[in-house]
């Protein structure tokens, strides 16, 4: 099956600071790809939809200042959580649909002390 | 928003039982899908069900769907140990659409 990568898997940072995460599809073309989040004992949640060459779209409630997606390529999209306060300590996943199938990220273990 | 469903919310068994989850959904649905997730852990896709298929058979894994009920159960035969795991359904109504996922079970299986 299609493969893809998130890095890093685990960040530390502290409260403040600015994370990175990327997304990408290494075998196939993602035009659009999905970031969840997903905090500790709960399930995912949809926060955005990343969509290559134009802007993203977030859920209800997700700060798109906050947390700033770009799609840049097709095989790339980004994540990343300004000014990021412990409350942002989540489990970070992306997806990247091909037909009706959906491919996940290992996931990004974030963590803001 | 989450519309997904599940119970029960936590299920221990003894190695070697079976193991049925299940799931209710809200919206009609293009097809639905189960993932295993270890602890803080990836999600492992196990089984995808289209919403014209009844049953699904994956080695020790069973999939229903009841699209009248809006419902899906998994059934998981001679569990193991190594089974232990948060278990999610999750439905997506068109090709291209983020997955909604359940709030998850989570299985223990006793050795």
């Known amino acids: 099956g299609a493969v893809v990568s998130q890095h890093p898997s685990r960040v530390i940072c502290k409260s403040g600071t600015s994370v990175k995460i990327e997304c990408r599809s290494l075998d196939f073309q993602a035009t659009t790809m999905f970031w969840y989040r997903q905090f500790p004992k709960q399930s995912l949640m949809l926060m955005a939809t990343?969509?290559?060459?134009?802007?993203?779209?977030?859920e209800q409630g997700v700060e798109k200042d906050k947390f700033l997606i770009n799609h840049a390529s097709l095989t790339l999209s980004t994540l990343t959580v300004t000014s990021a306060h412990p409350e942002d300590s989540s489990f970070y996943i992306c997806s990247a649909p091909e037909g009706y199938e959906q491919y996940f990220g290992p996931g990004t273990r974030l963590t803001v002390t | 928003s989450q519309q997904g469903e599940e119970d029960p919310q936590a299920l221990s068994i003894q190695e070697g039982e079976n193991a049925t989850m299940n799931c209710s959904y809200k919206?009609?649905?293009?097809?639905l899908q189960w993932y295993r997730q270890n602890s803080g852990r990836g999600l492992v896709h196990l089984i995808l069900?289209?919403?014209?298929?009844r049953e699904k058979h994956s080695g020790r894994l069973r999939v229903t769907l009841d699209t009248s009920k809006k419902s899906s159960s998994l059934l998981i035969t001679a569990s193991r140990a190594a089974d232990t795991a948060s278990y999610f359904c999750a439905t997506s109504y068109a090709g291209n659409t983020p997955l909604v996922f359940g709030k998850g079970t989570r299985l223990s299986v006793i050795a």
């Open positions: 919206t009609s649905i293009n097809n």
């Open positions: 069900i289209r919403s014209n298929e």
């Open positions: 990343s969509n290559e060459g134009s802007k993203a779209t977030y």
